[in-house]
């Protein structure tokens, strides 16, 4: 990228020219430095000369897409290493490494280059044994109301084990079989008499 214009003069010192090496790029992805640390797996090995730093993390396939179009324009790339830690933050920085033969689009789009803003998912740790709810489901005090056995309004305190967004995962408090209300309810009063019917929809506990 060109920073200077033909016949400009310039003061010594004045970056002039941009390179950028597509061959392998690598974008920077700024994460909350606790679900880093809960959903990051590390394979254990500390970096070298025992320095005091984040061990390597375990290489996983991430998906990419381009903002602009994220539909059209997907690639892939691999979990490569953590590059810093902000304290003011609390963020960590990791670098999602992709190889310029997985910058070319496969169907049709446009190829991964510099300078482009983009999403990207990374896999984490598995979670199992929970529930997914609706997040208006469970209020800000970690609970949940239920519809018990005798038909009536019943409120528990859950433990939710991580929220994104309008999807909540929550990891004790609630048991198979157990009637959620997902509708949303305007003063609550527990032990209330319900009338409700239960929708069917895909398995939540797994």
């Known amino acids: ?15 002039a020219v941009t390179l950028a090496n597509d061959a392998v790029l690598e974008i920077s992805v700024p994460l909350d430095s ?8 590390f394979g254990g090995v500390q970096s070298a000369n025992d320095e005091a730093w984040f061990s390597t993390v ?24 953590v590059e810093r830690f902000d304290p003011m933050t609390r963020t960590v920085t990791v ?8 910058a070319l689009s496969k169907n049709g789009g446009l190829p991964l280059v510099d300078g482009m803003f983009c999403t990207v998912e990374i896999p984490g740790k598995t979670m199992r044994q929970v529930y997914r709810l609706p997040r208006w489901a469970v209020t800000f005090e ?34 198979t079989g157990d009637l959620v209300i ?8 527990p032990n209330s008499s319900l009338e409700y019917t239960v929708e069917e929809g895909p398995e939540t506990n797994s």
Do not use: F
Request: aromatic content about 6%; some cysteine; charged content about 30%.
């Open 1 to 15: 990228m060109a920073q200077v214009e033909v016949g400009q003069c310039v003061a010594p010192g004045t970056p």
């Open 34 to 41: 606790r679900d880093a640390g809960a959903w990051l797996e």
């Open 58 to 81: 375990t290489p996983v396939r991430c998906q990419i897409r381009w903002t602009e179009e994220p539909d059209k324009n997907q690639w892939t790339g691999t979990l490569a290493r």
């Open 95 to 102: 670098a999602v490494r992709v190889t310029g033969e997985e």
């Open 142 to 175: 970690s609970e949940v109301y239920l519809a018990n056995a005798e038909s009536r309004l019943e409120r528990r305190i859950v433990e939710v084990l991580r929220s994104e967004e309008d999807e909540v995962y929550v990891s004790s408090g609630l048991d």
């Open 182 to 189: 997902v509708t949303r309810l305007v003063s609550p009063l």
